[in-house]
Structures are given as C-alpha cells and as structure tokens.
C-alpha cells in the first residue's frame, strides 16, 4: 500500500501532462479560428470576384 501510495504522489507533482494539455487546447482553440476564417475570407473573395466578373461586359 506504501508503494501505491509513493507512486500517487509522484504522479500529484508531475506536471508535464498539464502542459501538454495547455498546449493541446491552445492547438486546437487556434485551428478552429483559422478555419472558420478562412471560410469566411474564401467565400467572401469568391463573391467579390463573382460581382466583379458579372459586371465586365462580355464575359
């Protein structure tokens, strides 16, 4: 029992999984933003160039 608890407060101190989660969430937070941006930017470009285009006679 003396060892599983030795090995409990080992784990208690160690804090490296804490900031691979950090890092894991900031990671994730930061691909949503530029996903959802770049959508937005394409579909935005897409109809600005499609304006553009339909207002050119002869095209």
Do not use: H, N, Q
Not at 26 to 44: E, K, Q, R, S, Y
Request: proline residues 2%; positive net charge.
């Amino acid at each position: 029992m003396f060892a599983y608890t030795k090995l409990l407060s080992a784990l208690y101190g160690d804090r490296r999984g804490v900031t691979a989660l950090e890092y894991a969430l900031i990671a994730g937070v930061l691909a949503t933003v530029l996903v959802t941006a770049f959508t937005t930017l394409g579909t935005d470009l897409k109809t600005a160039l499609t304006t553009m285009a339909s207002s050119i006679p002869g095209a």
